[in-house]
């Protein structure tokens, strides 16, 4: 049974602090590795995209509660390798340097492993990751969004795709599709996704849905109050409650379909802790692009996902 700590508030931080609490029983911070928090923030000049600083005042606050005494907040946004500090600073995540000790740090800088993942023809194509997410305990602080490419963007996206070296996100020059290259197509993303996933392990899963993004997002969509916040150590777990929670049906993500059915979770083995589920659904508004992105499974997807997909070293000259 995988437990899920659910609680209503107006506020980040109150909801945030008391879906923690429900949970704390299932939490141990490994002694020997840093804490590396990750919240979202696809770009530094629209605040609806990216995790309230009260959310995350709320995890350190948590967290610190078991000793941790140092933390690393780390982010690579979608824009240019400055932007991402500049983000850091406009949505007041410095502040938190005033009570926790941080260390802010720009992903786009990080070491670097490889991973293959897929581009538009289900074919292999080397993507390069922050090494940091790899040896550090993780923890995912995402704002509940649609997305226009996956239906939704939550605990697992926000790692997935946060970890991948900026200019191995998008294929150059922006906005113009290379169907060689990493692919966003809905096919090969979730499958990229999953494979994401199973490589990037998430220690704690915090989800922000007081107030989210519905619509076209994660960037262009509009704000809706649907005062849930949930968290939890699977985060597989977490993202499908959310979900449910968004008015969606889980099944219909493509990621989280895979991986359920690779690791054979059910809806019926994941305990929701605190408030009543039936008063904390709020229906998103779904992207435009909802009917074509629900093509996006693969009859013959178990092949893509039963390799060792991660290449291990670093890349010391990253270009």
């Known amino acids: 049974m995988y437990s899920v700590g659910v609680a209503r508030g107006e506020k980040s931080y109150d909801a945030v602090r008391q879906a923690l609490t429900l949970i704390r029983d299932q939490v141990t911070i490994p002694p020997d590795r840093p804490v590396l928090i990750k919240p979202n923030m696809v770009e530094p000049d629209r605040p609806l995209c990216a995790t309230p600083v009260e959310a995350v005042y709320a995890v350190l606050e948590f967290l610190a509660g078991f000793g941790v005494e140092r933390f690393i907040i780390a982010e690579g946004t979608a824009l240019e390798q400055g932007e991402t500090m500049r983000a850091f600073r406009d949505y007041g995540y410095f502040s938190l340097q005033d009570k926790f000790d941080v260390e802010f740090r720009n992903l786009y800088d990080d070491d670097k492993v490889v991973l293959e993942a897929l581009n538009a023809h289900l074919e292999p194509v080397d993507i390069r990751l ?12 995402a704002r509940m969004k649609t997305h226009r490419q996956v239906i939704a963007t939550l605990s697992l996206k926000n790692i997935g795709i946060g970890a991948i070296h900026n200019p191995d ?16 197509l809905a096919r090969p993303l979730n499958l990229s996704l999953a494979r994401l996933a199973l ?27 649907s005062g849930v916040a949930l968290a939890g150590t699977d985060a597989l777990a977490v993202d499908l409650l959310g979900a449910e929670l968004m008015g969606l049906d889980p099944r219909t993500i493509g990621h989280f379909w895979y991986l359920s059915q690779l690791r054979g979770l059910s809806r019926a083995q994941i305990e929701a802790r605190g408030a009543d589920l039936a008063q904390c659904v709020t229906r998103f508004e779904l992207p ?13 997807w178990q092949r893509y996902l039963c390799g060792q997909y991660l290449k291990q070293g670093t890349m010391d000259a990253v270009h």
């Not at 020059?173 to 290259?181: F, G, K, R, V």
């Not at 490589?199 to 109050?225: C, F, N, Q, R």
């Open 169 to 184: 996100r998008h294929s150059p020059p922006w906005h113009t599709i290379d169907p060689t290259q990493f692919s966003h």
């Open 199 to 225: 490589a990037l392990p998430i220690h704690l899963a915090v989800i922000d849905g007081v107030v989210g993004m519905e619509g076209e997002g994660p960037v262009k969509g509009t704000p809706i109050s």
């Open 288 to 300: 435009s692009t909802f009917p074509a992105i629900l093509g996006w499974h693969v009859p013959e």
């Open 130 to 141: 922050a090494k940091s997410l790899l040896h550090s305990t993780v923890v995912s602080v």
